[in-house]
Structure formats: structure tokens, C-alpha cells
Nanobody, 128 residues
């Protein structure tokens, strides 16, 4: 049984930085594609970033709205995946969710319904 727990987040000013972390238990984090999604009030869940382990090494992908500002990374020893968020904007305000899946294909990595395991979410609020 895989369990996911997010931590971090909180309140930041526009232009500032925050990080969120995702702890995966039950299986090695390197066995999964681990992604971050976010959902703001009244909006659909949005893909943020994903990291996948391939034979050639880790590969990461980002949503257009966060590319160049956010960085996803994995610590296999701690079985965690982190999301470093820089140059934050008020529109980054949302609940951030960590999700994992062991069998996801590249064409589906941005689709939330393709992920089997989810955390409870952590709030990120950016003030202007």
C-alpha cells in the first residue's frame, strides 16, 4: 500500500519562494512517476510538474505556467520528491497535491486521472 504525505507550503509574498515536499511510503519513490498538481478555488486541477525515473536517468516536465520558476527534484535516500517554487505569483495560490503512479506513460503525465495515489494536499498562498 502506497501512502503519500505532503508537507511545506504556507504563505509567501509575490516574488518570494516556498517549497513543498512529498514523502512516499510503501514503495521506492524511484519506482514511480511522482507529480505535483494544484487546484485553486473554483478552478480545475492543474498539472504543475512530474519527475520520472528512466534508464537514462531522471526526467522532469513542467506545466507552462511554472516553467522556469519551479523545480522538481527527488531524493531516493529519503523517498521524497520536492517542489521548489521561486518567483511566486498570486496566481500560484492553490492547494498543491502530490500524486504517484507506477505505470503512467509519457503522453499521460499531465492528466490527473491517470495517477493512482494521492496525498491530502497542502496550501500555498501568495500575497500581492
Amino acid at each position: 500500500q502506497v501512502q503519500i504525505a505532503e508537507s511545506g507550503g504556507g504563505l509567501a509574498q509575490a516574488g518570494g519562494s516556498l517549497s513543498v515536499s512529498c514523502a512516499v511510503s510503501g514503495r521506492s519513490v524511484s519506482d514511480y512517476a511522482v507529480a505535483w498538481f494544484r487546484q485553486a478555488p473554483g478552478k480545475a486541477r492543474e498539472f504543475v510538474a512530474v519527475i520520472r525515473q528512466r534508464s537514462s536517468g531522471s526526467r522532469s516536465y513542467y506545466g507552462d505556467s511554472v516553467k522556469g520558476r519551479f523545480t522538481i527534484s527527488r531524493d531516493n535516500a529519503k523517498n521524497t520528491v520536492s517542489l521548489q517554487m521561486n518567483s511566486l505569483k498570486p496566481e500560484d495560490t492553490a492547494v498543491y497535491y502530490c500524486a504517484a503512479d507506477s505505470g503512467i506513460i509519457l503522453s499521460s503525465i499531465r492528466r490527473s486521472e491517470q495517477y493512482d495515489y494521492w496525498g491530502q494536499g497542502t496550501q500555498v498562498t501568495v500575497s500581492s
